[in-house]
């Protein structure tokens, strides 16, 4: 495996993911931002991207082990919709069985690229 996630001592342990990713890999593969096409709420719409990236990188030769990195964009955050997006991510993550996460980026964004999409999910992987 090209990744090694890691905790370092003095760093918050974040249940949902790990802080640092080593990769030690040679070919690098950037999955373009992911959406659900379907589903109105915020944690279906999370599930169905992380599912989309895990498909992107089946297709690269890759799996959720190989990613290096995630940016979670989500219109209109608000602290109040983090159980959402963390519904999403264990649904998500259940299906793939998958842990640790990787390192990822949350950030609010005005909107996206139609407005029935809630979230976008962009990922960077490393497979030896």
Known sequence: MAITL???????????YRQVSVASGSK??????????EGDDLATQVEQAYLNVATAL???????????KLTVYVVDWTPDK??????????????????PVPPASLLGVAALDVPEHL??????????
């Not at 890691?6 to 949902?16: F, R, S, T, W």
């Not at 690098?28 to 096409?37: E, K, M, R």
């Not at 979230?119 to 030896?128: F, G, Q, S």
């Open 82 to 99: 983090m159980p959402l997006l963390l519904e999403g991510i264990d649904r998500a993550t259940a299906k793939l069985g998958v842990t």
């Open 28 to 37: 690098l593969v950037f999955i373009a931002g992911q959406v659900a096409w």
């Open 58 to 68: 089946a297709a690269a030769g890759g799996s959720f082990d190989d990613v290096a």
């Open 119 to 128: 979230v976008e999910i962009e990922a960077t992987a490393v497979l030896d």
């Open 6 to 16: 890691l905790n370092p001592a003095g760093l918050p342990e974040i249940p949902v």
